[in-house]
């Protein structure tokens, strides 16, 4: 299945932060989600054979890499308060295709 | 732009007493709608795929329904262990590949 790490983070605010994510056997899509307490998930950026394949309302401080074996990192500078969340990574046989989400990273910037 | 509203919030049923989830959609043609469980602190668990209105998926004591405008989650004689929110989500071939989500229902369901 899909592998996350860190599970939890805390930082600083203006800080910068790094996020893993590992895909499914087989899967070359991988998608980025944010989840506030209490919300559903909201599209941060997806990448496709290493290319960003779109992306959601969320400024340039939040950018992303796909690896030659299709993990991922998301990366998050100038930590803000708000940036406090639940990260997801999911990852997919095709950009269109069905989703499979890791366990997520849980964030806290203090 | 897509948007998906979830409805109840909060739900809670009795062990054995069935009820239904919804799901309302706006979006510029629709590829797919997708039901997914999570629990706390985890990430979001996927249940069913549904493309087009008048698909039924079912899966133990869980059936997703499509129509055209919204699509419905039964859950038929819960138990305790169903306890979850429930997240909808639909992806238009206008929006790319992302999952637009409702804010999930919070069902619980006591013995």
């Known amino acids: 299945g899909v592998t996350q790490s860190p599970t939890h983070l805390i930082k600083t605010r203006g800080q910068q932060v790094t996020l893993r994510c590992s895909s499914q056997s087989g899967h070359n899509t991988v998608s980025w989600y944010q989840q506030a307490l209490g919300q559903g998930p909201q599209f941060i950026f997806q990448y496709y054979r290493k290319e960003e394949n779109g992306r959601g309302n969320f400024p340039p401080r939040f950018s992303g890499l796909q690896f030659p074996n299709d993990s991922s990192e998301l990366n998050v500078n100038a930590l803000e308060l708000d940036d406090s969340a639940l990260y997801l990574c999911a990852s997919s046989l095709l950009p269109s295709e069905t989703q499979y989400f890791g366990p997520g990273t849980r964030l806290l910037v203090l | 732009e897509d948007q998906v509203t979830q409805s109840p919030e909060a739900l809670r049923l009795q062990e054995g007493e069935s009820s239904s989830l919804n799901c309302s959609y706006t979006v510029s043609g629709l590829r797919g709608l997708f039901w997914y469980r999570q629990d706390p602190g985890k990430g979001p668990e996927f249940l069913f795929t549904?493309?087009?209105a008048g698909e039924e998926k079912e899966k133990e004591r869980l059936k997703a329904t499509l129509t055209k405008k919204e699509s419905f989650l039964h859950i038929t004689a819960p138990k305790p262990e169903d306890s979850a929110t429930y997240l909808c989500a639909v992806q238009g071939f206008t929006s790319g590949s992302r999952l637009t989500f409702g804010e999930g229902t919070q069902l619980t369901v006591n013995p």
């Open positions: 549904l493309y087009s």
